[in-house]
């Protein structure tokens, strides 16, 4: 069976960390363009981060930039997401998608038939 898995969300206070992960079965996720998004209530989905396949580049949200960082471990088949110093405003369910493109490049584009395969997300909430 083709899946994203995400995890590692939770509560945080202003200021935390949390790693997310998102664990791929079924398919080699060197081979993919994989992007991190977010959606809070009542707003659209948001590009977070993405790393192109073999994670030759990497491209981070204006609002996210400097706080965030992707990386991938092949071995495990998994592609992390950093969160530092996380803000309220990051509050949102997380998701992690999948593309099957070999471009050096990728692209945050939210919209669900951009990307091959969505993982079910993982809640974030950054509380005071």
């Known amino acids: 069976q083709l899946q994203l898995v995400e995890s590692g969300g939770g509560l945080v206070q202003p200021g935390g960390s949390l790693r997310l992960s998102c664990a791929a079965s079924?398919?080699?996720?060197?081979?993919?363009?994989i992007g991190w998004f977010r959606q809070a209530p009542g707003k659209e989905r948001e590009g977070v981060s993405c790393?192109?396949?073999?994670?030759?580049?990497?491209k981070y949200g204006d609002s996210v930039k400097g706080r965030f960082t992707i990386s991938r471990d092949n071995a495990e088949n998994t592609v992390y997401l950093q969160m530092n110093n996380l803000k309220p405003e990051d509050t949102a369910v997380y998701y992690c998608?999948?593309?099957?493109?070999?471009?050096?490049?990728?692209?945050?584009?939210?919209?669900?038939?951009?990307?091959?395969?969505w993982g079910q997300g993982t809640q974030v909430t950054v509380f005071s």
């Open positions: 998608a999948a593309l099957y493109y070999s471009g050096y490049v990728c692209y945050l584009r939210p919209a669900s038939y951009e990307w091959h395969y």
């Open positions: 079924g398919f080699i996720l060197g081979d993919y363009a």
């Open positions: 790393s192109s396949a073999g994670g030759r580049s990497t």
